[in-house]
């Protein structure tokens, strides 16, 4: 099924969380399981109660079926979250979060939230986090610069958000930066 132009432009949620799903958690299994090889690596052996580091897809299909306790990256726990959401509402800059931190926390919430300590609150403060770098992420935009556009600590959720923006905008500003350019050497050859 073809789909239509302004969803071509960028990677839809869904697709973010697939690719986020690779990424390796802690694992404490609840059955025993020999070394398992797939496309991706093999993974185990699963020995009960011997922490194991498998892909997130993994550990979320074991997770449904009962048949493991997922540990949390250390990063997804509200202490750490207010902190960085501190953050987030007085400096200036984005502050550093893990990479692909949304897709992460979504998957985690939705399929452990058994797994995590106070999984309302790191809801509210992950949306709280959200909502603060959106408004960064608008404000950048409203500095655009034809030459170069300065958002470091972006995640990838966000970093495909902006997207469609950005690359309108950009080409939007080089137009307009090269029409006078185009003018100014014709008026000079007169």
């Given at each position: 099924?073809?789909?239509?132009?302004?969803?071509?432009?960028?990677i839809?949620?869904?697709?973010?969380?697939?690719?986020?799903?690779?990424?390796?958690?802690?694992?404490?299994?609840?059955?025993?399981?020999?070394?398992?090889?797939?496309?991706?690596?093999?993974?185990?052996?699963?020995?009960?109660?011997?922490?194991?580091?498998?892909?997130?897809?993994?550990?979320?299909?074991?997770?449904?079926?009962?048949?493991?306790?997922?540990?949390p990256?250390?990063?997804?726990?509200?202490?750490?979250?207010?902190?960085?959401?501190?953050?987030?509402?007085?400096?200036?800059?984005?502050?550093?979060?893990?990479?692909?931190?949304?897709?992460?926390?979504?998957?985690?919430?939705?399929?452990?939230?058994?797994?995590?300590?106070?999984?309302?609150?790191?809801?509210?403060?992950?949306?709280?986090?959200?909502?603060?770098?959106?408004?960064?992420?608008?404000?950048?935009?409203?500095?655009?610069?034809?030459?170069?556009l300065?958002?470091?600590?972006?995640?990838?959720?966000?970093?495909?958000?902006?997207?469609?923006?950005?690359?309108?905008?950009?080409?939007?500003?080089?137009?307009?930066?090269?029409?006078?350019?185009?003018?100014?050497?014709?008026?000079?050859?007169?």
């Open positions: 099924m073809a789909l239509p132009p302004s969803l071509r432009t960028s839809t949620p869904p697709e973010l969380e697939l690719v986020a799903s690779e990424q390796l958690v802690e694992i404490v299994p609840l059955v025993s399981m020999e070394r398992t090889a797939f496309i991706s690596g093999a993974y185990g052996p699963l020995r009960p109660p011997t922490k194991c580091k498998v892909p997130l897809w993994m550990a979320s299909n074991l997770k449904l079926k009962k048949k493991c306790h997922i540990v990256p250390v990063w997804l726990n509200v202490d750490f979250l207010q902190e960085r959401f501190t953050r987030e509402t007085t400096d200036p800059s984005f502050s550093e979060m893990p990479f692909r931190f949304a897709e992460v926390a979504k998957i985690l919430l939705d399929v452990a939230p058994d797994d995590l300590q106070n999984p309302d609150r790191i809801r509210m403060l992950l949306k709280d986090i959200r909502e603060a770098r959106q408004a960064k992420s608008r404000e950048g935009l409203s500095k655009l610069d034809h030459n170069e300065m958002l470091p600590n972006l995640c990838a959720m966000e970093i495909n958000e902006i997207r469609p923006f950005f690359v309108q905008g950009m080409a939007v500003l080089t137009g307009l930066t090269r029409v006078p350019a185009q003018r100014d050497d014709g008026m000079d050859q007169t």
